[in-house]
């Protein structure tokens, strides 16, 4: 799918956010209590996201046999906990891709700083900073996983030698949601 309709379905998506009764016994089968906390903090099209990704990242992994299931729901799930930590809507996370795709995300680095206190500065840094906030968010509440940590770190960063095994499949998925 072409990337300006793959980016008008995901806006359009985000309308329909209030998760079933069976999407939240599949959070709480992979989740602990505190991580489970911090996932219902997110925004309803976060959530959704969340149990998309893990959904397809289980359905790819499914004949995989070195893959562990339950770390990769896991850490799908977890993914964007660190957007959490700011109020962010539809719209700010419309311009972030616009702002990224501007002078290959010069313009959006020069203007994401995490203590300014103009809103859309500190709200462009949680989006721009979002895996390693969440990796943070998860030491927090006791995580002590460095798979997780690392998984949900890195979501977003350049692919690595000795990385987790799990990231290509969420980088994968992640990218295509």
């Not at 300014?116 to 998860?138: E, P, T």
Request: overall charge positive; some cysteine.
């Amino acid at each position: 799918m072409n990337r300006p309709l793959y980016r008008i379905r995901q806006y359009l998506a985000t309308r329909k956010s209030k998760l079933s009764y069976l999407e939240i016994d599949f959070v709480r089968k992979y989740l602990n209590h505190q991580e489970q906390i911090l996932f219902f903090r997110m925004k309803g099209f976060d959530q959704r996201h969340g149990i998309t990704v893990a959904n397809k990242c289980l359905e790819k992994t499914l004949e995989v046999n070195w893959i562990n299931k339950t770390q990769m729901a896991r850490v799908a799930l977890l993914h964007d906990i660190g957007k959490s930590s700011a109020d962010i809507g539809v719209n700010y996370r419309v311009l972030y891709v616009l702002l990224g795709a501007i002078a290959k995300g010069k313009l959006l680095k020069s203007l994401a700083k995490k203590n300014s206190r103009i809103a859309l500065k500190r709200k462009l840094f949680v989006l721009d900073n979002h895996g390693l906030l969440g990796a943070k968010m998860l030491m927090d509440v006791g995580c002590t996983d460095n798979e997780v940590l690392q998984v949900v770190a890195k979501h977003h960063d350049t692919p690595e030698v000795g990385e987790s095994k799990l990231l290509p499949f969420l980088r994968e998925i992640d990218a295509t949601l």
